[in-house]
């Protein structure tokens, strides 16, 4: 079992800046993937950055290039997103995912993959 516990969520004006935690415990394979997604109201859950925790190899989506930082604190067992230039869209409940490496040591982005979740944290991006 793996347990996942976010934090730092909250509401912001558009520009402006948050920082997610997920702290991780329990049997946490560290040659596995971490990540965070997201799912807003009437939409399905997306994956927003993704981590292979034993190389530090990260993968983001898109939408998110160049905003959104995804970092591991090994120490710490504790994974993180900095989130900056947020915009409108960027409002979703965010989650924080455990699930198996992918072939290559590609993170999938698909949530169905990921077995272990958080309960969430809530970003609210205002205009």
């Known amino acids: 079992q793996v347990q996942l516990v976010e934090s730092g969520g909250g509401s912001v004006q558009a520009g402006g800046s948050l920082r997610l935690s997920c702290t991780v415990s329990?049997?946490?394979?560290?040659?596995?993937?971490l990540g965070w997604f997201r799912q807003a109201p009437g939409k399905e859950r997306e994956g927003v950055a993704r981590i292979y925790w034993y190389r530090n190899w990260k993968y983001y989506a898109d939408s998110v290039k160049g905003r959104f930082t995804i970092a591991q604190d090994n120490a710490k067992n504790t994974l993180t997103l900095q989130m900056d230039s947020l915009k409108p869209e960027d409002t979703a409940m965010y989650y924080c995912a455990a699930g198996p490496l992918g072939s290559g040591g590609y993170c999938t982005t698909s949530p169905q993959l990921y077995r272990y979740w958080g309960q969430g944290t809530q970003v609210t991006v205002s205009s």
């Open positions: 329990g049997a946490f394979d560290s040659n596995s993937c």
